[in-house]
């Protein structure tokens, strides 16, 4: 299939760093993946925070943004004087919280609404973001001593979108309540593409709240990074998972197709630990505070797109991050 020029060239740079070598483009090269004592006691979180003495096991899920996440709180507790060890990259929600519950880490950041549906088991939508994070937070707190700090200043939120330019029938889907009339004029063209956790958890709701269905055989799992590249080749699949602070949307022209029954909830971010941890260790709250301040949607969109477009390490996107706001020299 014909794709103009740009696009082609950036599915091409997409599909090169997933399958052979994400962190070794030049434009990486020129970035640091590491910092000295003198550059983390340097900056504005060592002269706010102090931890020194305290040790702590950091975990986030594998997707791009849980890593930067960690690596930027691993930076920040190291600048604050505590000693850290990383255990960034654990594989699904569940893999990482029961991590959490098990005393296995310390403390990763984790989404109100996978909370709220995943741990919670709530099938209520709260009227706000805010109101979520904040009942969610409560709650956990209550049934499972869990305590969540924060939230930072952006959410994450599932989206499904399709390729920009799509040709057929697929193209003119803008909004998912059109996935029905699709369905009963063009079954077909109904493909999905998604990853194991959506796939587990989502794509009943999904088809429930816009009353179509999706063929199992035409629901295609891959990893997450697949599912821009699928999706913007229409190859496997006309339309896919995606999150909303991903950058590949933009740089490989997808649309996302509007939610216009407001199914998927936003989830602000914050971080999460035992109840215990937080007792034990009231800096993290300001530390998390100051951290969280800065992570605007703009700001992780930005982070994101170093590693998946750019080619950058999670670590790299970290350290850029913690320079360019003072947090380290």
Not at 165 to 191: W, Y
């Amino acid at each position: 299939m014909n794709r103009p020029r740009r696009r082609l060239g950036a599915l091409l740079a997409v599909l090169s760093l997933t399958a052979v070598c994400a962190g070794c483009s030049s434009t990486s090269s020129d970035l640091p993946s590491s910092v000295s004592a003198g550059q983390l006691r340097g900056g504005s979180i060592a002269k706010a925070v102090d931890l020194s003495g305290k040790s702590f096991t950091v975990g986030s899920k594998e997707f791009t943004e849980q890593t930067v996440l960690g690596n930027i709180l691993i930076y920040a507790l190291q600048a604050a004087g505590a000693k850290t060890k990383d255990q960034t990259g654990l594989t699904g929600s569940a893999i990482v919280r029961k991590a959490l519950l098990g005393g296995d880490i310390d403390m990763y950041w984790e989404y109100a609404g996978t909370g709220w549906s995943e741990f919670l088991k709530k099938t209520s939508v709260l009227p706000g973001a805010k109101e979520q994070f904040d009942e969610t937070a409560r709650l956990d707190q209550k049934q499972n001593k869990i305590t969540w700090l924060g939230p930072a200043k952006f959410g994450d939120q599932y989206a499904i979108a399709r390729a920009g330019d799509a040709k057929g029938p697929a193209g003119k889907v803008d909004k998912l309540s059109q996935l029905k009339q699709l369905a009963k004029d063009h079954p077909g063209e109904v493909t999905l593409c998604g990853a194991a956790e959506f796939l587990d958890r989502e794509i009943g709701p999904l088809q429930k709240v816009y009353d179509v269905r999706i063929p199992p055989t035409q629901v295609y799992q891959n990893a997450f990074a697949l599912n821009f590249v699928n999706v913007a080749k229409q190859s496997p699949c006309n339309f896919a998972e995606v999150f909303t602070t991903d950058s590949r949307i933009k740089s490989l022209g997808l649309k996302v197709v509007e939610d216009d029954k407001t199914h998927f909830l936003t989830q602000l971010v914050g971080l999460t630990l035992r109840e215990k941890t937080a007792r034990e260790n009231p800096e993290l709250k300001r530390l998390v505070r100051l951290l969280g301040d800065k992570l605007t949607q703009q700001v992780i969109i930005e982070l994101n797109g170093m590693v998946d477009i750019d080619g950058a390490s999670p670590q790299q996107a970290a350290v850029k991050f913690l320079k360019d706001e003072g947090f380290i020299a």
